[in-house]
């Protein structure tokens, strides 16, 4: 379990299903844990949806999926930055931020690593840090965009955790063809973080910062 001391779980998503991918298992279980999760996302990637699917599928998407791990549809925050466009509206972003900062007070923000080396997954992540800098952070990791990620932190799930994580994921069939959708890949890589710390399964974290 998480600090009993966080109730207020913010997720920071550079696209929609970037949360579910990083840390999706353990969002159900600090829902389950009676956490409140929040899932700010900014962008449903509309340029660069395939042509067989609406353009605003993934917020359809997203909606689904959220809601699956625990998430309260009023918790949902969708942005509207067009996708690979983030490092052009840094400041609008961390206005963003910063708004959420004042409306939420997280006790714990989730943010892409520091080291993604996706475009607007690092814009979010800098920008993220530089608003939530006098709160605890923790980075999700994504090995197919981490040039290098610092395991210092893990979260022990149960397999119902990664399951739903599955579930989740299973309602982006817009990203279905990405290799790391595949649920094998999705459990292995549970299996194998959690080996790490004898336990069924984990997800892992860097600390970007923690405040005791």
């Known amino acids: ?7 207020k779980i913010l997720i920071l998503a550079p696209h929609t299903d970037d949360g579910e991918f990083g840390c999706g298992a353990s969002i159900h279980k600090w829902a389950n844990e009676g956490k409140t999760v929040y899932y700010a996302t900014f962008s449903a990637c509309k340029q660069s949806v395939r042509p067989e699917f609406a353009e605003d599928v993934l917020i359809t998407e997203v909606k689904a999926a959220t809601k699956i791990l625990g998430v309260f549809p009023e918790n949902l925050i969708l942005f509207d930055y067009e996708v690979r466009t983030f490092n052009y509206h840094r400041q609008a972003i961390l206005d963003d931020l910063i708004e959420l900062r004042e409306n939420i007070q997280p006790d714990l923000v989730v943010i892409p690593s520091l080291n993604d080396i996706h475009q607007d997954h690092k814009t ?11 709160f ?9 965009n981490n040039l290098v990620f610092n ?11 990664v399951d739903k994580k599955i579930e ?11 290799p790391y959708s595949n649920p094998a890949f999705i459990k292995g890589l ?3 973080r959690g080996i790490q ?11 970007v910062r923690w405040k005791l």
């Not at 379990?1 to 109730?7: G, H, P, S, T």
């Not at 989740?168 to 990405?178: F, T, V």
């Open 1 to 7: 379990m998480i600090n009993k001391d966080v109730e």
């Open 197 to 207: 710390v004898n336990a069924s399964f984990a997800e892992v974290f860097e600390v």
């Open 136 to 144: 605890s952070i923790l980075s999700y990791e994504m090995p197919w």
């Open 168 to 178: 989740a994921l299973s309602k982006y069939k817009s990203q279905a063809h990405r």
């Open 190 to 192: 549970a299996l194998s």
């Open 124 to 134: 979010i992540a800098e920008e993220g840090l530089r608003a939530f800098k006098f």
């Open 151 to 161: 395991t210092t932190c893990f979260n022990t799930l149960t397999e119902k955790d």
